[in-house]
């Protein structure tokens, strides 16, 4: 892995899920609680708009020194000044991202098999998500839910470190992290949250008991 990712808690934010308190409080307080990378997820979004809500997000976090990942968008990843880029196997290549980013951005890359995770380039890509483990509202369109059971044969096959995705809540941590993953990517858990400090707490607590 060209960079040194705590992949242990990894919060997408999500704009509806954020809506109580909106997406720069609910960054500041998980990362508070203990998330160690923060991922901007908006479609709706237009370019103009993820760019600003972007600088707002790395200007919220910056006293906490995590990263903020961007989804999909390469261009506005780097208008932000952001620290990486996420992208799915629908949108840009991942060598076509890095070719963009350079060397200095985090490239994180959607894998949803044991085919595509073997395919990854660790020359190119610093970490892969994984999933969905379970199923998901948070994103209707995903594909079947791969279990932890193919969760752990995904990460096997992966030659970069993997983090889970989908319907991950605090009793998943033990089994996700058996299963090799380095950490869990969280969504409705943190920002469905009445009190996103609290929930990130939690899972940073479940985390600790099983690396200790």
Do not use: W
């Amino acid at each position: 892995m060209r960079h040194e990712l705590d992949l242990s808690l990894y919060l997408v934010l999500d704009p509806v899920l954020c809506g109580h308190i909106g997406m720069e409080a609910t960054a500041r307080l998980a990362a508070a609680g203990g998330a160690t990378l923060v991922q901007l997820r908006d479609k709706t979004a237009d370019k103009a708009s993820l760019i600003s809500k972007g600088k707002a997000l790395k200007s919220a976090l910056a006293e906490y020194r995590i990263p903020l990942i961007v989804n999909d968008d390469v261009e506005a990843a780097v208008e932000i000044g952001a620290d990486g880029v996420h992208v799915g196997q629908g949108d840009m290549a991942a060598a076509a991202a890095r070719a963009v980013v350079g060397n200095r951005l985090i490239l994180g890359l959607s894998v949803e098999t044991e085919e595509l995770a073997r395919a990854v380039d660790p020359a190119v890509v610093d970490y892969v998500g994984v999933g969905p483990v379970f199923a998901t509202a948070t994103k209707p369109d995903h594909k079947q839910p791969i279990g932890l059971d193919g969760l752990s044969r995904i990460v096997a096959a992966s030659p970069v470190p993997a983090v889970a995705i989908g319907g991950l809540k605090q009793m998943h941590v033990a089994s996700v992290l058996s299963a090799g993953a380095r950490g869990l990517a969280v969504v409705s858990a943190i920002c469905g949250n009445a009190d996103p400090q609290q929930a990130a707490m939690g899972f940073a607590r479940e985390i600790r008991k099983v690396r200790t």
